[in-house]
Every structure is written in C-alpha cells, then in structure tokens.
C-alpha cells in the first residue's frame, strides 16, 4: 500500500511540473497540486517509523495554503497564504527541535538568528518598493519564520542522530529558494521559468524535509 501511494505521488509530481512548464495546462496544474500534500501526508503516515501529529499538521498546513494561492489575485489569498504557510514551518520548526540530540552551543544559535534576520532584511529590501505597504510587516514575519526553519533544519542536520538528518537541511534551503523566487517574481521582477523554478524546489523541500521526520 505505502508504495502505490509513493508511486502516485512521484506521478502527481511529475504532471505537476509538466503543467507547470505550459500556460496552456492550467486545470491540470490546479489539480496536481491540491493532491500534492495530501498524497504525501499518506506517504509520510504509511512511511514514518512513528508517524507525528505535528508532521501531519505540517504537511497539511502546505495543502491549504497550496489551495488558497490558486485563488489569487484575489487580496486575501496571499496574506492568508502566507499564514499557512507559516504554520507548516512553526509545526516543522517544533518537529526538527524535538528531535535534537543535544542542545546546541549559544554561539550557533546566536551566528543562525543573526544570518537569519539578515537575510530577511536583504531580501525586503531588493523587493521594498514593489511590495504593498499593507504586505510588508506580515512578509517580513514570514521570512523570520521560514528562516528559523531553515535555521533548526540545519540544527538538526548538525545535532541529531538520525541517519537521513542532511535531507533537513537541503530540504529547508530548497523551501527558502522556492518562497524567494515567488517573492521577486510578485514584488521585483518577472522570474523567467517561474512555475517550475518554485514547484520543482517546493516539491523537493517538502519531501526531504518530510522524509528526514519520517526515518528519524
């Protein structure tokens, strides 16, 4: 059974990203991905040593704000997007700092917080002018969110005993580079490929990021 639900998610995302390659294929798009998350939710529940709620939880927080982009350019669709999205991190955020080994020294946590507010203060401000005032704050909370799970990613990568831990950290990054490229193609500039630059890096963080939880 956990393999036919492997199997079609490898599927779902294979036509995902061929839809994503094409404007022409726009129903098939919507409909790949809204069955993305819940196709690897089943994955992760028949796959994980000890399934976790809080995986779960992740997963699915993914699935809605997947559904709630699609119906953009709606106003409220992207803020709350972002507010899904977010959840899934903090509920990955939680996953990854449970399964620390040890705690780690204050001078990595102090050099991660300092990298991460770094990295949010450079991309608002390559993307400032174009963002709505009204995006601004909720945008710049979302990237210290995203960034602190990168952040723990890379903690549990360093700190955990998991043989599969380095999958966290590639995962983490791949999300960050998949949520930047969205970023600058709404509030910058055109992203050429952008669809399939944000679905191929989207899709591979969220299974490495779920596969380094689910064999832990």
């Known amino acids: 059974m956990r393999y036919l639900f492997a199997g079609l998610y490898l599927l779902d995302s294979v036509l995902q990203l061929f839809a994503s390659a094409s404007r022409d294929r726009l129903t098939l798009r919507r409909i790949s991905k809204c069955l993305l998350m819940p196709l690897l939710a089943a994955c992760y529940a028949l796959f994980a ?16 704000g997947d559904v709630i982009l699609l119906l953009r350019p709606r106003r409220w669709a992207f803020p709350a997007g972002i507010i899904a999205f977010a959840t899934g991190h903090v509920f990955y955020i939680i996953s990854f700092s449970q399964r620390l080994a040890i705690t ?15 990295c949010a ?46 999958l966290a950290i ?45 064999f832990t």
């Open 49 to 64: 040593k000890s399934p976790s709620p809080l995986v779960l939880t992740a997963i699915l927080s993914g699935f809605v």
């Open 104 to 118: 780690p020294p204050w001078y990595v946590l102090t050099l991660l917080i300092v990298a991460n507010i770094a």
């Open 121 to 166: 203060v450079t991309l608002m401000r390559y993307i400032w002018r174009g963002m709505p005032k009204k995006l601004r704050p909720p945008s710049f909370l979302y990237m210290l969110i995203i960034g602190s799970m990168v952040s723990c990613a890379a903690l549990f990568t360093l700190y955990s005993v998991s043989a599969h831990r380095w």
């Open 170 to 214: 590639v995962g983490g990054v791949l999300f960050a580079i998949s949520d930047t490229t969205l970023s600058i193609d709404a509030f910058h500039h055109p992203v050429r490929y952008r669809n399939v630059i944000v679905m191929t890096t989207y899709i591979l963080a969220q299974t490495l990021i779920v596969s380094a939880l689910a």
